[in-house]
């Protein structure tokens, strides 16, 4: 998150049970929200209909994680261990990328990919 500038983290609390949900947010947009029970951790990526349509397009994104958000505005994910949080933080980058170009009107530069 420390190379996302500008995202926030906002405590949000349920409804009925009154548990703290650390929601993060980027220029108003919610990026995604966890919530954290025992040793579990799940993370729920949120999209709007512009963003799912242009993250579903991006080739460049792991097919099943575009076959996640096809099919709603919503992407659960458990978090078991590190391995589990790289495909789930290139969904929080594609997002921040898409709102970030909305914003400045320019695509954002994309970084050589090492071989």
């Not at 512009?50 to 994104?61: A, D, G, M």
């Not at 400045?104 to 970084?111: L, S, V």
Request: cysteine-free; glycine content about 4%.
């Amino acid at each position: 998150m420390r190379q996302l500038k500008g995202v926030t983290m906002k405590v949000q609390y349920e409804t009925h049970s009154r548990e703290p949900v650390p929601a993060f947010n980027y220029e108003g947009r919610q990026l995604f929200h966890l919530h954290a029970r025992g040793d579990e951790i799940s993370a729920t990526f949120h999209t709007d209909y512009k963003s799912r349509l242009r993250i579903v397009e991006n080739q460049t994104i792991d097919w099943r994680l575009r076959e996640q958000v096809r099919k709603r505005t919503w992407a659960a994910f458990t978090l078991k261990s590190v391995k589990d949080l790289g495909p789930f933080m290139e969904l929080v980058r594609a997002k921040y990328h898409l709102i970030n170009e909305e914003i400045t009107g320019k695509p954002a530069d994309a970084r050589p990919v090492a071989v």
